[in-house]
């Protein structure tokens, strides 16, 4: 059974920072492509930003909105993907989803964590 | 970046009626496009990939089509277990985008 379960996440002062951890079980994390998702209170969803295999370069992809701000990477003898998000605005107060797919290089979300609220307030 | 939008808002209709729901885009995305449905305190479902392929698990009474700009989910026959909401998104270009979701709610 595959399985994305997250932990973080919490309440932070704007500024701050937090870090998201995502850990997957029954798939070979390493060939997936994972992304984080985010919707905030009574919103749609909103792609937050990708990262690759180490086969593909392991590269990062963001939203205008967290680029710069915040950084996905991953732990693949851990099976674990992360979210760090740094300079926290009021605005990143959301859930937030980590997502991937049963298909190679693909972004089509079969799977997703049951997702862990951030909450940016003064 | 490509803007999805999702037609209509809100759609109320009955148990055992058909539902259509649109979304079009701002630019072609192919058919890199999916269906998602959500409901409250859950993570989104993947409907529909490609635009017209169902995702394993999921009842013969979801099919989607179109390709390019205009997509279209059709519910056959809603169950009670149908009344979510239902987002669009496409994966041809980045960044990813999703619609604003068609609420499908009990008449």
């Known amino acids: 059974e595959v399985q994305l379960v997250q932990s973080g996440g919490g309440l932070e002062k704007p500024g701050g920072s937090l870090r998201l951890s995502c850990a997957v079980s029954?798939?070979?994390?390493?060939?997936?492509?994972m992304s984080w998702v985010r919707q905030a209170p009574g919103q749609g969803l909103e792609w937050v930003g990708r990262i690759k295999t180490k086969t593909d370069g392991a590269t990062t992809d963001y939203a205008a909105p967290v680029k710069g701000r915040f950084t996905i990477s991953r732990d693949d003898s851990k099976n674990t993907l992360y979210l760090q998000m740094n300079s926290l605005e009021t605005e990143d107060t959301a859930v937030y989803y980590c997502a991937t797919s049963r298909a190679l290089r693909s972004s089509s979300f079969s799977y997703w964590g049951q997702g862990t609220l951030v909450t940016v307030s003064s | 970046e490509i803007v999805l939008t999702q037609s209509p808002a809100t759609l109320s209709l009955s148990p055992g009626e058909r539902a259509t729901l649109s979304c079009w885009a701002s630019q072609s995305v192919n058919s890199y496009f999916d269906w998602y449905q959500q409901k409250p305190g859950q993570a989104p479902r993947l409907l529909i990939y490609d635009a017209s392929n169902r995702a394993p698990g999921i009842p013969a009474r979801f099919s989607g089509s179109g390709s390019g700009t205009d997509f279209t989910l059709t519910i056959s026959s809603l169950e009670p277990e149908d009344f979510a909401v239902y987002y669009c998104q496409q994966r041809n270009n980045l960044p990813l985008t999703f619609g604003g979701g068609t609420k499908v709610e009990i008449k």
């Open positions: 029954g798939f070979t994390f390493s060939d997936a492509w």
